[in-house]
Each structure stands twice: as C-alpha cells, then as structure tokens.
C-alpha cells in the first residue's frame, strides 16, 4: 500500500513538473510576457524599488529593467563620492523612475551626459542619481532625500515635481496611489509633522509580503508571471485600485485628477497645496543648510504638450479650467521664496506646437524623445554652473 502510494506520488509530482516546464516552455515561445515584480515594502516611504529586481516591463513602453542594490534605478555607486566628482540627486515619482524606456535613455542619463560636456565641468566627473520611485508624492521624497539620497553627499539635487498627481498624493484624502500605505506629514500652525501610521498597515499587508517573498520567482519564470498577473494583480491589486478610484469619484466627482487645474475650491485641495508647497521649503531649507544646492523642476504632462487641436479638446472635453495652473502657481512660489525653478510645461506645449512627434506613452509617462528634451532643458539651465 505504501509502495503504491509513493509512485503514485511520484508520478504526481513528476506530471505537475513536467506540465510545469512544458508551459514555461510554451509561453516563451509565443513571447507572452508581463511586467517584472518590481517593489518592495519600506518601513519609512511604504515603499520602494526591490534592490536588485530585474526584469522587462511591457504594460507601457518595452524595456529591460534592474534595479540596483540600494533601490534605484541606476547603476551602482559608491557611498562615498569620488575626488573631482559632481554629484546630483533627482528625486521624483514614476516619471523621473523612467521604467518604461532604457535606462541610458532616462532624462537623468541625457543630463548627465550634457552635465559632463559643459565648460563649467570640464576636468571633473558628473554623477546624477535616479531617486525615483513610482507612485511617490513630495512627502517621499523629502524622505527620501533624508535618509537616502543625503549620505551620497550631493552636491545639488534636484526635486522633479509632477504637476499631474504630486499634490493629492500629499493629502490622504486625495491620493490616487496606495492611499492608506503612504507615510503624510500635515501642518500643526506652520510646523510638518509626519504621519507614518501607514505602518501598522504595512504589518498587516499579505499581498506586500507575498510580493516580497516570491518577486524573484516571477521575474524569472512565465509561469510565475501569469500566476501574479491574473491572481494577484487583477484579483487583487486592481480590484483594491477601483475601489480608491470609486471612493475618490464619489467624494471628489468624475475626474478628481482635473482638481490641479485651477485655484482650489474643495477644502482636502487647499490643504493639499499647503503642505505640498510646506515641503518643497523644507526640501529646499534642508538643502541649503547642508550645503547642497536645490533645484525644482516641474515637469510637462500629457495634456500640457499634446498638439494645440488636441489639447483643447481635452480641455473642453474634461471642463479643465485652467491647464497651466499649478505650474504659474509653483513658478510663483518659487519666485517668492527665492527657489531656484525651471517650469517645463510652457517650452514642451510651445515645442508640442511646431513638432507632430509625441513625447509621452498612453499612460501619460515620457517616450525616450521626451525624455532627451527633460534632459537638454535642465542641461541648459545648469550648465552655467551649480
């Protein structure tokens, strides 16, 4: 009895294994493929890039994606900086991440490049740091630039400031993205105190842990990948994704996204703006106490450099008030606080006007050309020296 119930056993397993390699096989040959599992938990921004994840992402560009060993995606570096090097941090959210596109390709690559050919330079070694993450907001970041970017001894960052979403992702009551797994700071009178109970979410999270355990599986196995794509990022990521997005039409109306475009009217909005432009100061002081110089630079949206005949059927379309608001109202804010900025939306829209070439994907995120014109303009700017 015992006998048979082995090779029964073995039979068993040895047809599951076999059924196994033979669709691994299959679903390679027919070139099915999904996005690499790419994040990980963080106990202090929610979340990251999973250091040293590797694999393609096609939902939205086609590229080869690796992550380095502390979370970027980048190469390596060395903790300490080099002698005759310039170092700089981007910190930014999925546009300034760039997965979609090569990473030579990235507009932190094209800067550097250009960084390395300017006169004021010349003889030294240019560095700049991709702190990007996708789905990060301007609490992030400040994060970011605290506990990792700062121990790289840059010599400038720059904050890469997405008009889009950066502000709700702010507010927790306006956060598109993974709204109850963001670390907020709120305003006590003048003060940012940070709100990090997302944490206590994070320890009950399953499908974070479930991710982090078997991400190295699924960017290795196609198998893997149609399991997680089918059972867990449809079944559970994007069900948990409509829910937030029915809960924000509900309480915000049909397009909430379209509250950036004009002088806020809702209460969470106006909150949202202070704390938003709260941090970019704090960003800014921090900065400047540790010798570092700052830069914000706010980056174009799809919207803001479509074609004119398209942009304004958007806008009529969408009931959008004003397209440029948040990028007036930073440049601005920058202005009266002295904040060194570069306002890329009105160069890309004038740009958008004279050239038939799109510069962003569908989903909204830069193509490789919009990517070399990110990096040529801020290039431009910096050039004259940090």
Request: proline share 5%; with cysteine; hydrophobic share 40%.
């Amino acid at each position: 009895m015992r006998a048979n119930i082995g090779k029964s056993l073995a039979l068993l397993t040895f047809g599951l294994v076999l059924s196994l390699v033979l669709a691994e096989v299959a679903l390679r040959v027919v070139g099915v493929r999904f996005d690499a599992s790419l994040y990980g938990d963080d106990p202090i921004t929610g979340w990251r890039l999973r250091p040293n994840a590797s694999g393609w992402w096609v939902s939205e560009g086609h590229a080869y994606v690796r992550i380095n060993s502390v979370g970027m995606h980048d190469r390596e570096y060395p903790l300490d900086k080099p002698a005759d090097t310039v170092r700089i941090a981007v910190l930014g959210d999925s546009v300034t991440a760039a997965v979609q596109v090569d990473v030579r390709r990235n507009f932190t690559r094209v800067l550097e490049q250009r960084l390395a050919a300017c006169e004021a330079h010349r003889g030294k070694r240019v560095e700049v740091m991709n702190f990007g993450v996708p789905g990060f907001g301007t609490a992030q970041e400040l994060l970011t630039f605290r506990h990792r970017a700062l121990p790289y001894h840059p010599d400038a960052v720059i904050l890469a400031f997405f008009t889009y979403n950066d502000v709700q992702n702010n507010h927790r009551a306006l956060n598109p993205v993974d709204a109850s797994k963001s670390p907020y700071f709120v305003l006590r009178g003048d003060q940012l105190v940070l709100d990090d109970s997302f944490r206590e979410t994070l320890r009950r999270q399953l499908y974070g842990r479930l991710r982090d355990a078997f991400g190295d599986l699924v960017n290795r196995s196609r198998v893997a990948q149609l399991v997680a794509e089918v059972f867990v990022r449809r079944m559970v990521f994007r069900r948990a994704k409509r829910q937030e997005a029915a809960t924000l039409t509900t309480r915000f109306g049909e397009h909430p996204d379209d509250l950036i475009y004009g002088p806020p009217d809702v209460p969470e909005m106006q909150e949202a703006w202070r704390v938003t432009e709260a941090l970019i100061l704090a960003l800014f002081s921090e900065a400047r106490s540790r010798g570092v110089k700052f830069w914000l630079v706010t980056l174009s949206q799809t919207p803001q450099h479509l074609p004119p005949k398209p942009r304004e059927d958007v806008v009529k379309r969408r009931g959008i008030k004003d397209l440029f608001y948040p990028d007036r109202r930073l440049e601005e804010f920058a202005r009266r606080h002295a904040i060194p900025a570069l306002i890329l939306a009105p160069r890309f829209a004038e740009y958008a006007a004279r050239h038939d070439e799109p510069l962003s994907f569908g989903d909204g995120h830069y193509n490789e050309h919009g990517h070399r014109l990110v990096g040529d303009a801020i290039a431009e700017r910096l050039c004259s020296g940090l």
